[in-house]
């Protein structure tokens, strides 16, 4: 079974920091990509964050400065850490083994 799981979602207030995490199972993570995603009602699902294995990451305009994501290959497990959250940050946040499986998603709600 290929399993991703996210956990650390929740509801805060803009400038407020929150943290995702992503743990994985099933798979060889250690030779996988992984990214992160969000969706707004309403709107189509966007890309947020990747990391290739050995770590080199790339990130979405609109979160370049605030969010920063990182993996943990002998935990198998990756996070997304967001700084000075804004209300358009809210969605859905989804993990993803790149080219693959995407977890369950994990609510993030920010409040003005």
């Known amino acids: 079974q290929v399993q991703l799981v996210e956990s650390g979602g929740g509801l805060v207030q803009a400038g407020e920091s929150l943290t995702l995490s992503c743990a994985a199972s099933?798979?060889?993570?250690?030779?996988?990509?992984m990214g992160w995603y969000r969706q707004a009602p309403g709107k189509l699902r966007e890309f947020v964050a990747t990391?290739?294995?050995?770590?080199?990451?790339t990130y979405a305009d609109s979160v370049k400065g605030r969010f920063a994501i990182s993996r943990d290959n002998a935990k198998k497990t990756v996070s997304l850490q967001m700084s000075s959250l804004k209300p358009e940050d809210t969605g859905v946040y989804y993990c993803?083994?790149?080219?693959?499986?995407w977890g369950q998603g994990t609510q993030v709600t920010v409040s003005s």
């Open positions: 990391i290739t294995p050995g770590g080199s990451t």
């Open positions: 993803r083994v790149m080219g693959g499986r």
């Open positions: 099933g798979i060889l993570f250690e030779i996988k990509g």
